[in-house]
């Protein structure tokens, strides 16, 4: 007999094989996964399972000031009934029909990077063991999910440095160690050369042949500090 009680029955299922004896237990795969801004405290929806479109529109963000938001901040999980972790009421979320709700922020160097929430439109409250493994797994994606987000910062970054120094008509370039990793259009259209022959020559050797050994000490000498 399930160690769990449910009108529908296929909520609960038993397992076969080596884990015969054991029970599955089922929400209904309804699960959301939202982003923290660590530097605005904004959240938004990025991942959502099962929801209709006008709930997912409902819930897709949270300014910083928001009682959702300073829940997050909390940094604690929350697990209780739909109605009672909610903050707000309208038509669009009570006719989701949610009843069991859970909520984990992400971690990393103890502030929320993410939020995974998971809900249950059959049970009345989410059961320890999947508290634990939601825990469980919140705890090891906190480091690899915060380098994954300042990755995709960096790029967008890199991206508008691009775009802005494109623009600009005055020759801006980057140099790591004796290689340019980065030039501009007008650079290129000084120099004469394109950009693939640029980045794989050393970088002195675009200088006239009496100032290259200047050059080189000079460049190499700032990146030394």
Known sequence: MSPFWHPNPTVIRPLKGKRKGQWRY???????????DRETGEIDL???RNLSADFVRAVSHY????????KVAAGEPLYGSYDQIRTGSNHVRESEGLRAMAIVPVLHEGAPVA???????????????????L?????LAGGALARLMAEEKLLESESRFR???DDNRAPVFMVQGDRFTYVNRAFKEMTGFDE???????????????????????V?????G
Request: aromatic letters at 10%; a positive charge.
């Open 220 to 224: 190499l000498s700032r990146q030394r």
């Open 63 to 70: 300014p910083p000031d928001s009682p959702q938001a300073r």
């Open 163 to 165: 775009a802005l120094s």
């Open 46 to 48: 990025v991942v959502h």
């Open 115 to 133: 939020v995974v929430n998971m809900a249950s439109r059959g049970f009345q409250t989410i059961p320890a063991f999947v508290q634990r493994a």
């Open 196 to 218: 693939e022959y640029i980045l794989n020559v050393k970088f002195w050797d675009l200088f006239h042949p009496e100032e290259r050994e200047t050059v080189r000490e000079r």
């Open 135 to 139: 825990e469980t797994l919140s705890a």
């Open 26 to 36: 089922r929400t209904g795969g309804i699960r959301i996964v939202y982003t923290v």
